[in-house]
């Protein structure tokens, strides 16, 4: 609790251009970045704990809202060892603003020139051949997310949970919510 | 076997935000929803929902969302918000996909350094994080039925998906590999694909 750190003004600049640096590397998501933002603000500057990192990107997952989030919480943890909310609110912002600006800057102008010309026989196939990759990345991706429970005597509930949640989802349109809360309740009951 | 039709730019969305203030809105709304992720929301809330944009639309934005670099639910609230209002409208959509989910995930940081070791927090989180799991399979589930139309002809989107499903999924390569490798050969499939329905087109 008690870490902290003296930042100068070349240091908030040296941690805004990494971030800056590392949005175009950011392809398949900013998460995708994590472990050379800890290499540097953990590793080499330590300016943030081990635990301090970790945890950012844990409660971001966790949270409602954009994963990306945990771009922020890093820069609030950072900020919070250079004094205080003031720098955690500061920090915060030139973390999610760094990662930000050189990605939607390019997916802008790359989405604007797609639509332009999008009777182009390329562009339609690369939307048509991409359709059934997504999808397929799509359940990939929720696939992934219930793997990581391995120890099947254990996790069975979890799985079964998952499992239900997808029926639920493709055939009904129950609110999404109801299901993330009683996901919520049983947990925190113990029964997954 | 039939032809598919030539192209889903056909279908047009029903809707269409009213002003900037409901894109703000709208975007923040489904931005607190998305618990683990935003995507089974964006899709639930914008495609089924308010149906401002087709499912095919919604594939392809989220085709190009992935290949792009940065955060993916930004960038597609980016070229969703640039489709219906310009620039202004592309600024608008990402700040209400960050601006109140980033309040509350200060104050949940604030808030669970007092409670982060407590069981049934964990629990919870646990929880949350299975159904999560479940939202975004579906979400992929719900999508299949756009691939009839595809100009790649089902058998070989069948083909394209079952392989991106093993290489992800089971075998844990690269995504960024997966994608470019997966997506050239399918890119050229389809390039191929739609010069012959072009020439079929010019025949008939």
């Known amino acids: 609790m008690t870490f902290s750190i003296q930042l100068t003004a070349v240091d908030w600049l040296a941690m805004f251009g990494h971030f800056l640096s590392l949005s175009l590397l950011a392809v398949g998501g900013a998460i995708t970045t994590a472990p050379d933002m800890h290499r540097y603000l953990v590793l080499d500057k330590a300016w943030m704990t081990d635990a301090q990192f970790v945890s950012s990107i844990a409660l971001a997952q966790a949270a409602p809202g954009p994963n990306v989030l945990f771009i922020a919480l890093i820069g609030w943890n950072l900020g919070l060892n250079a004094g205080g909310w003031a720098f955690g609110l500061m920090s915060a912002l030139l973390a999610l603003l760094g990662t930000l600006i050189p990605s939607t800057t390019l997916t802008f102008a790359a989405t604007r020139w797609g639509h332009r010309n999008r009777e182009r026989r390329s562009v339609r196939a690369f939307k048509q051949g991409m359709a059934p990759i997504v999808i397929a990345l799509l359940i990939a991706t929720g696939w992934v997310l219930t793997a990581a429970h391995t120890d099947t005597r254990h996790d069975w509930p979890l799985w079964l949970l998952t499992a239900v949640a997808t029926i639920v989802v493709w055939r009904t349109r129950i609110h999404l919510l109801w299901l993330l809360g009683l996901g919520a309740l049983l947990g925190a009951f113990g029964l997954v | ?204």
């Open chain 2, 1 to 204: 076997m039939k032809a598919p039709p030539p192209s889903a730019a056909l279908q047009v969305p029903s809707n269409r935000p009213g002003s900037l203030r409901d894109l703000f809105w709208s975007f923040t709304w489904l931005a607190l929803q998305g618990f683990g992720g935003v995507l089974a929301v964006v899709q639930r809330e914008l495609v089924e929902r308010k149906q401002w944009l087709t499912r095919d639309e919604f594939i392809e934005d989220w085709a190009v969302a992935q290949l792009l670099p940065g955060p993916n639910v930004v960038n597609l609230s980016l070229m969703i918000g640039d489709r219906y209002f310009g620039w202004r409208g592309a600024m608008v959509a990402m700040a209400g996909m960050l601006c109140f989910p980033l309040l509350v995930v200060l104050a949940l940081a604030i808030a669970f350094s007092g409670v982060a070791g407590h069981p049934s927090a964990q629990g919870a989180l646990r929880g949350m994080g299975a159904v999560a799991a479940g939202l975004i399979a579906a979400t992929g589930l719900k999508l299949v039925g756009a691939l009839k139309s595809n100009v790649m002809g089902l058998r070989a989107c069948w083909g394209f998906a079952a392989c991106v499903f093993v290489a992800i999924a089971l075998l844990r390569w690269p995504l960024v590999w997966v994608l470019l490798g997966a997506g050239s050969v399918a890119f050229a499939w389809a390039w191929r694909q739609l010069g012959v329905l072009q020439a079929r087109g010019e025949r008939a």
